[in-house]
């Protein structure tokens, strides 16, 4: 009796073992995915919430573009840092929107560059849903003065 139990118990481990490695893996997401798409109106609610100026709406000068200049090489892509900077406090307002109050499965990216032909600075923002491979939703720029 106790051989038998024993067979019966050795022969099942590796059977256990492999069965979960074998089975396919089943996604439980809707492959449509419409539901995860922000909407056209969360979109524009997103760019309508960024504020980009100089301080005290004073005009742009060769000190603020040499000074923007100095923190985008310093930041590269981490625009988030960026904007907390003191230097670019002294010089810009910038907010942006908390993406988390609109989506949970979406995150934002911020970078800043200079514009080529205006010679301002811009804010670029990437919308960006987790749940659909990282799918970008909006990779759109903001001026200055925005």
Not at 11 to 29: A, F, G, Q, Y
Not at 41 to 65: D, G
Request: charged share 25%.
């Amino acid at each position: 009796m106790k051989l038998k139990t024993l067979l019966i118990t050795t022969s099942l481990v590796p059977t256990m073992l492999i069965l979960p490695i074998s089975l396919k893996c089943n996604n439980t997401k809707n492959s449509n995915d419409s539901n995860l798409r922000l909407s056209s109106s969360q979109l524009q609610e997103i760019q309508n919430a960024f504020i980009f100026k100089t301080k005290n709406n004073s005009p742009f000068s060769y000190q603020h573009a040499n000074e923007m200049e100095k923190l985008i090489n310093k930041y590269k892509k981490n625009g988030f840092a960026l904007c907390k900077d003191e230097v670019f406090k002294k010089y810009f307002e910038f907010e942006y929107p908390d993406i988390s109050k609109i989506s949970s499965v979406h995150i934002m990216e911020i970078n800043f560059s200079i514009n080529i032909e205006t010679k301002l600075p811009q804010c670029n923002y990437k919308v960006i849903c987790l749940e659909r491979e990282n799918a970008v939703e909006a990779d759109t720029f903001i001026p200055l003065d925005h």
